[in-house]
């Protein structure tokens, strides 16, 4: 009978031992199977909890997408401007492709327009050639002889742009002697690359006995009468001023009117 009793009042004890023991593991938590369950039972929750919160909060309009996270991170909304985005050194956008190809496309057209700038806009000439003599009228006084003369200059403008020519002054000599002058105030327009005919009148007024005589001694058949012009002309283009001269020779008839163009004289060597 002895060993029956033994064995009935054991078996209750082992059982309660094993429970006190399990429940002892499970609640302190220093085994580490139960440490295991439990450090994976509070992550899962505190995931979903995380994700269920963000949501109400994109939501609710309190957050903005991370401009550096490509939609995927928020941060508060109101301090855009306080925060700072770090990116990896490794980001593509810190290392540019085709670096060396932009910039030698860069310079390549910087100097295409500049030299384009340079050749269109670089001041060229304006030269100034006198043409003909298109007619002179012959007028016999008491005092002299009174020719009116009209010359023909041609402007030639090598320029890309426009210029304006204006104050003309011409001056006639004949023999070191001042015979006529004229001034004109506004000349002409001349268009790019082209030429202009610029037609004047100058008077040249002969009152030396001598030259007078000359012009009306009615037996000689011409009476050649040299004259030395002066010319100086000034030509406004690309935001600047420019004087032009010119220095040339005519001969006309001082004893009878002529019509006929004839070509200028140069200036003697």
């Not at 082992?14 to 994976?40: F, H, P």
């Not at 500049?114 to 003909?132: D, E, I």
């Not at 030395?228 to 420019?242: D, N």
Request: glycine share 4%.
């Amino acid at each position: 009978m002895w060993p029956i009793f033994s064995v009935t009042i054991n078996i209750p004890y082992l059982i309660l031992l094993s429970m006190g023991s399990a429940t002892s593991k499970c609640v302190g938590g220093t085994e580490s199977g139960c440490g295991q369950d439990d450090d994976r039972q509070p992550i899962t929750v505190t995931d979903d909890i995380k994700r269920r919160s963000s949501c109400r909060a994109d939501n609710s309009g309190e957050n903005v997408h991370c401009p550096t996270c490509q939609g995927t991170g928020r941060i508060p909304r109101g301090q855009e401007s306080k925060l700072v985005a770090v990116i990896p050194c490794n980001d593509q956008r810190l290392k540019p492709r085709h670096t060396k190809l932009y910039v030698a496309v860069s310079v390549a057209v910087c100097l295409l327009a500049s030299s384009l700038v340079l050749f269109f806009l670089f001041p060229r000439s304006v030269l100034l050639s006198p043409v003909a003599v298109k007619s002179s009228f012959v007028y016999f006084t008491q005092n002299g002889v009174q020719i009116n003369i009209t010359n023909v200059l041609k402007i030639i403008n090598h320029n890309f742009v426009a210029v304006q020519a204006y104050n003309l002054a011409v001056q006639a000599l004949n023999f070191d002697t001042v015979v006529g002058t004229v001034s004109i105030k506004s000349v002409t327009f001349i268009n790019p690359l082209s030429d202009n005919m610029f037609s004047f009148v100058i008077p040249v007024n002969l009152t030396d006995s001598d030259v007078s005589d000359y012009c009306k001694k009615a037996s000689l058949p011409v009476h050649i009468l040299y004259l030395h012009l002066q010319m100086t002309m000034t030509v406004y283009y690309l935001a600047h001023y420019e004087q032009l001269s010119l220095e040339t020779y005519e001969y006309i008839d001082c004893g009878a009117n002529s019509t006929i163009p004839h070509s200028l004289q140069p200036p003697p060597p």
